[in-house]
């Protein structure tokens, strides 16, 4: 097999898929095609069930490249994209069958590649020019590029229409961007960020704001990592110093980015994960580790490890009923009830497994670690990220049952007068 | 327990929305929320003229009756919806002690699940009088073991006659047919009790929910006759206890819906301090987790009546929706009135009425924590089976 660079012939034929294909249809096609493409120690290792062989052969520089340019050419990394861009046209419960299909050989894209894959693709699918997509879509689809969000500001958290980074169009067209942007994934790899920056700082906050395609290598963009409460740095706060950016970088109109937003920020269902089920979960692996260590003993840790079994098995059959229920449409405030509810469960899950290894909430051996700490020290990462449990609250509340919207004085002020907060 | 892949449950047709909406308009019409108050308040156990319509015209008894039986041949999923309905204004009376708990171990015992289907036991007397509408039924089962079987104190002797006490039956004074679970000679099994049968005394209680009577039931040598095959006894009322189980849900599901929007209006419309009360996200946000309970017991009630009667699957689905429904609808029902305030408070307002159905539906079957311990011995199989992970 050899690498190919973007932009080059395909390395394999599109594979073809009707958009109202069952599911046994659609597993035939992929396991077909699977059985055809994937290399044979890759099939050799999924069926020992060597799930670090297949990792090993994934992060390979030269052959976990070369796997994803072929698996973006058939169109599979791809499913619900349209195929005049290279995808199958499913709609998205179709799609699912595809990606899950995948998963089962460990054959299915990076979860670091969601931000490109995900929100880059279907921002750009939806708002770009036909230049953006005909330069972006490519590398996405064959994951030859690599995606980071810079949305988020110090002082722009739960209220991310309140950022204040601006770019400022100069007498050549460009774009002179200066601000802080904060809680970015791997924005130091990243080849391209998603940013929206203050374009117009005297309409109100969410008429100000555009949107851009930042290339990460610009001067000036200083990405540095940002060490969280858990002592690792998984994301960046990233410094932009007079960044020069081209207008052809700009999504959607100027001063409209916020409404480019919001298609990034709704991409929950593409039929790019799997389709839910239930089945084991967090709680069943620390009731296994509670009988295993005779925590299970104890009736009131039972107890609590059966409710947190409970929630969390209705939170996946939840998930499951709003996957029928929705379709193909657009994923809706019923979103911020999942994930209010995971929130919650997490946090319970996170304190019993420190619960079930007392010793563990003080001290270990520093040469095993303690999963039971590292998850109590992650677990508040769900109540905050992406929303906080506050603003999901305030969701349900307004878009579920009606109520009045909180109010925000300064929603409708120009951008320049409002307090600073 | 759970297959890689499943049919997708939740999949709605138009015959269950035509079967709600049909149900919600009758009950709008003939048995809102005012009238189970009414009733309540007037001792009335129910309304016999719509309880004959039911049967009749609408054919709510026997939905989920087998055709052989008199009944539609509707489904468990068909049954939760109509109960799910009737929770949502607090319909009392017979029909779920009758339709919800008594029925589902006539058919049991009928039809274990074992193609063993009886077919001319007692059962087949009683289920076409309960799907015309002209018999109702109680369950009389004192508690319920971890194994999900009955616990009883009541004994039959080798005749068949019961002595004992069964402290607190759902509807128990006026049905004419109560379904006892009794210590026969080959362990607790079902036995069948006629309305005015010797040596039964029936004492009237006074009830938590007030849409429901209840009475204190005593058998000295009373005459019953055996449900079904006796060695099978428990595994029947197991069986049917499951189904109960998911019923219950469905309509502690109705309740907290109801009790939910009644809240969220509320909310929408009272103003404080200039300003409407839903505006305060003290109020906003103890609502938005109603609202999420709300969702989270009806997935656990569906996805409950979605599975096989009978199989692994759905004995272990219905204890998660038992525990689940019955500690969400608990506190619904208290939030609910902790947001209407002082007028919440009051014997007027219905918020009480909702609060009382949640705390007895909550321990119509077995609490919710003993819900989860019925879960344990499949939950351990498995742990053993999958060993413990690193």
Same mark, same amino acid.
């Given at each position: 097999m050899t690498v190919t660079q973007p932009g080059t012939e395909p390395v394999t034929e599109r594979v073809t898929l009707a958009a109202d294909a069952s599911d046994a249809e659609i597993i035939a096609t992929v396991e077909a095609w699977l059985r055809a493409h994937l290399p044979e120690d890759w099939q050799a290792?999924?069926? #020992?069930?060597?799930?670090?062989?297949?990792?090993? *052969?994934?992060?390979?520089?030269?052959?976990?490249?070369?796997?994803?340019?072929?698996l973006g050419d058939s169109g599979l990394a791809t499913p619900t994209w349209p195929a005049e861009h290279g995808g199958l046209g499913l709609p998205a419960d179709r799609g699912a069958v595809v990606t899950e299909t995948l998963a089962r050989y460990r054959a299915e894209r990076h979860n670091r590649d969601f931000v490109g894959l995900v929100l880059a693709g279907h921002t750009i699918l939806d708002w770009?020019?036909?230049?953006? @997509?005909?330069? #972006?879509?490519?590398?996405?689809? #064959?994951?030859?590029?690599?995606?980071?969000?810079?949305?988020?500001?110090?002082?722009?958290?739960?209220?991310?229409?309140?950022?204040?980074?601006?770019?400022?169009?100069?007498?050549?067209g460009t774009w002179l961007v200066n601000g802080q942007k904060v809680w970015n994934s791997y924005a130091h790899l990243a080849d391209f960020g998603l940013l929206?920056?203050?374009?117009?700082?005297?309409?109100? /906050?969410?008429?100000? *704001?555009?949107?851009?395609?930042?290339?990460?290598?610009?001067?000036?963009?200083?990405?540095?990592?940002? /060490?969280?409460?858990?002592?690792?740095?998984?994301?960046?706060?990233?410094?932009?110093?007079?960044?020069?950016?081209?207008?052809?970088?700009?999504?959607?109109p100027v001063n409209q980015g916020w409404s480019v937003a919001i298609t990034t920020l709704m991409q929950e269902r593409n039929g790019l994960s799997g389709r839910p089920a239930v089945g084991?979960?967090?709680?069943?692996?620390?009731?296994?580790?509670?009988?295993?260590?005779?925590?299970?003993?104890?009736?009131?840790?039972?107890?609590?490890?059966? =409710?947190?079994?409970?929630? =969390? /098995?209705?939170?996946?059959?939840?998930?499951?009923?709003?996957?029928?229920?929705?379709?193909?449409?657009a994923p809706t405030a019923e979103g911020s009830i999942r994930k209010l509810a995971h929130s919650v469960l997490a946090e319970k899950l996170g304190v019993l497994g420190t619960d079930l290894e007392p010793d563990d909430a003080v001290a270990w051996?520093?040469?095993?670690?303690? =999963?039971?700490?590292?998850?109590?020290?992650?677990? @508040?990462t769900?109540?905050?990220?992406?929303?906080?449990?506050? *603003?999901?609250?305030?969701? *349900?509340?307004?878009?579920?049952?009606?109520?009045? /919207?909180?109010?925000?004085?300064?929603?409708?002020?120009?951008?320049?007068? #409002?307090?600073?907060? | 327990m759970y297959a890689e892949q499943r049919e997708p449950e939740f999949g709605w047709t138009d015959e269950h929305r035509g079967l709600r909406e049909t149900v919600r308009r009758v009950l709008a019409d003939r048995a809102p929320v005012a009238r189970a108050r009414e009733l309540a308040e007037a001792g009335e156990r129910h309304d016999p003229a719509l309880w004959s319509e039911l049967a009749g015209q609408v054919g709510l008894q026997g939905l989920a009756l087998p055709e052989r %039986? !008199?009944? %539609?041949?509707?489904?468990?999923?068909?049954?939760?919806?109509?109960?799910?309905?009737? !929770?949502?204004?607090? +319909?009392?009376?017979?029909?779920?002690?009758?339709?919800?708990?008594?029925?589902?171990?006539?058919?049991?015992? $009928?039809?274990?699940?074992?193609?063993?289907?009886?077919?001319?036991?007692?059962?087949? $007397?009683?289920?076409?009088?309960?799907?015309?509408?002209?018999?109702?039924?109680?369950?009389?089962?004192?508690?319920?073991?971890?194994?999900? !079987?009955?616990?009883?104190?009541? &004994?039959a002797d080798a005749s068949g006659r019961l002595t004992g006490t069964v402290p607190v039956v759902v509807d128990g004074g006026d049905a004419d047919l109560l379904v006892v679970a009794a210590q026969g000679p080959a362990g607790p099994a079902p036995y069948l009790v006629e309305a005015g049968a010797t040596g039964l005394t029936r004492t009237p209680l006074e009830t938590l929910d007030l849409t429901r009577r209840a009475a204190r039931i005593t058998f000295d040598g009373t005459p019953a006759r055996a449900l079904g095959d006796p060695a099978r006894g428990s595994a029947v009322l197991a069986r049917a206890r499951a189904v109960s189980s998911v019923l219950v849900s469905a309509e502690q599901v109705g309740g907290m819906t109801a009790a939910t929007e009644l809240t969220a209006e509320y909310a929408r419309t009272r103003r404080q301090f200039g300003r409407l009360i839903g505006s305060f996200q003290g109020v906003k946000h103890r609502l938005a987790d109603m609202a999420v309970r709300q969702e989270m017991a009806h997935s656990a009630a569906y996805f409950a009546a979605w599975q096989e009667p009978g199989t692994p699957e759905f004995v272990e689905a219905a204890a998660?929706?038992?525990? %689940?429904?019955?500690?969400?609808?608990?506190?619904?029902?208290?939030?609910?009135?902790?947001?209407?305030?002082?007028? !919440?408070? &009051?014997?007027? +307002?219905?918020? +009480?009425? %909702?609060?009382?159905?949640?705390?007895?539906?909550?321990?119509l079957l077995g609490s919710p924590q003993q819900a989860r311990a019925e879960l344990v011995p499949a939950l351990l199989s498995r742990v053993t089976i999958e060993g413990v992970p690193a």
């Open positions: 290792a999924v069926a #020992r069930g060597d799930l670090a062989a297949v990792e090993a *052969i994934r992060e390979d520089p030269e052959r976990g490249p070369a796997w994803f340019d072929l770009g020019s036909d230049e953006q @997509k005909a330069e #972006r879509l490519p590398a996405l689809r #064959r994951g030859r590029e690599f995606w980071c969000q810079l949305f988020s500001e110090p002082g722009a958290g739960s209220d991310l229409a309140g950022l204040s980074t601006r770019a400022v169009q100069q007498a050549d929206m920056a203050r374009t117009d700082p005297a309409a109100p /906050k969410h008429r100000g *704001i555009t949107y851009f395609l930042l290339d990460m290598r610009t001067p000036g963009v200083e990405p540095r990592p940002l /060490k969280q409460m858990t002592g690792n740095a998984e994301f960046n706060e990233t410094f932009l110093t007079d960044v020069v950016v081209p207008d052809s970088a700009r999504i959607g084991p979960g967090e709680a069943d692996a620390l009731i296994a580790r509670a009988v295993g260590n005779g925590a299970w003993e104890n009736p009131v840790l039972r107890d609590r490890l059966l =409710e947190a079994y409970v929630e =969390e /098995k209705v939170l996946q059959m939840t998930t499951v009923r709003s996957f029928v229920a929705s379709g193909d449409a051996d520093p040469a095993e670690g303690s =999963e039971a700490a590292d998850r109590f020290l992650a677990m @508040k769900y109540s905050i990220a992406g929303g906080t449990s506050e *603003i999901q609250r305030n969701i *349900i509340a307004e878009r579920v049952l009606g109520l009045p /919207k909180d109010p925000d004085p300064e929603r409708h002020l120009p951008f320049n007068e #409002r307090g600073r907060g | %039986y !008199g009944g %539609y041949g509707g489904t468990l999923l068909d049954l939760a919806i109509v109960v799910e309905e009737m !929770g949502r204004v607090l +319909h009392g009376g017979p029909f779920l002690p009758t339709v919800g708990l008594a029925a589902p171990v006539l058919l049991a015992a $009928e039809d274990p699940g074992d193609g063993n289907a009886d077919g001319n036991g007692p059962a087949t $007397e009683y289920l076409p009088r309960i799907a015309d509408g002209s018999l109702t039924a109680a369950l009389a089962v004192e508690a319920w073991d971890a194994a999900g !079987g009955p616990v009883t104190s009541t &004994t998660i929706a038992r525990s %689940y429904c019955g500690d969400a609808f608990l506190q619904t029902g208290l939030d609910a009135i902790q947001l209407h305030g002082g007028i !919440g408070f &009051t014997w007027e +307002h219905d918020a +009480h009425l %909702y609060l009382r159905r949640a705390r007895a539906d909550r321990a």
